[in-house]
């Protein structure tokens, strides 16, 4: 049993609906292993709600211009953040998955947990709307968005070492697939336009191409 009230608590509102809390926390291989709705129409919700709590956050508190906000919200939202802002809610310990989902460490998985997080947060606009939906934004994004600003530039650091060497880096997507409001992009990089270097997936390209120089960088440090 899942103890709903002790998220709850963590989020400071009390669902009077806790079929929506619970359709939000239910990953798409639980829901079709018991035939119960899964969280992927309010995931498409949040993904547009967390948009926009960014941005009114973001224009609160800088006097910067439209360019400078839109990358600062797009490094806010982006799925490493989203797994910041979830795990320190502890939310992957409240999620249902199915069992091969479960048996391959999708509790762990950074794509199911932004998933859900979003998923939380077009539940909690839809019962409560946008005031209260702000208020547990504050909740539990603000205070760790600084966390989220030292994220790593894996491609800036991949691309300053390769200079060094006057190598060069290319990046391509390989793959695309999912629905429209759930894409998965897979990423490779290659060195001097044909040495694989790294692969990676992601929500979006940007992602996937962040995830692609991880692996690059660890592949070139040998932990790998």
């Known amino acids: 049993m899942k103890k709903f009230t002790e998220l709850e608590q963590k989020l400071g509102i009390s669902f009077t609906h806790k079929e929506i809390l619970i359709e939000a926390l239910t990953h798409s291989s639980y829901g079709n292993e018991h035939g119960v709705p899964f969280n992927e129409r309010l ?117 300053e070492l390769v200079q060094a060497d006057k190598r060069t880096l290319e990046y391509r997507i390989i793959l695309e697939e999912g629905p429209a409001h759930n894409k998965r992009f897979t990423s490779e990089v290659l060195m001097d336009g044909n040495l694989i270097m790294g692969r990676g997936v992601g929500k979006t390209k940007k992602d996937a191409e962040q995830e692609a120089a991880k692996e690059a960088l660890l592949k070139m440090q040998g932990h790998n």
């Open 43 to 159: 995931e498409f919700l949040g993904d547009a709600v967390l948009e926009l709590l960014m941005s009114k956050y973001l224009i609160g508190k800088f006097k910067t211009d439209e360019g400078d906000m839109t990358k600062r919200r797009a490094q806010a939202v982006r799925e490493e953040a989203l797994n910041i802002y979830a795990n320190h809610l502890g939310l992957s310990d409240y999620l249902f998955l199915g069992k091969g989902e479960e048996s391959t460490g999708g509790r762990r998985r950074p794509a199911v947990i932004a998933d859900a997080f979003e998923a939380l947060l077009g539940a909690i606009f839809t019962e409560f709307g946008f005031d209260t939906a702000y208020k547990v934004f504050s909740r539990i994004v603000i205070p760790y968005v600084d966390e989220v600003v030292s994220i790593k530039d894996f491609k800036t650091i991949l691309q």
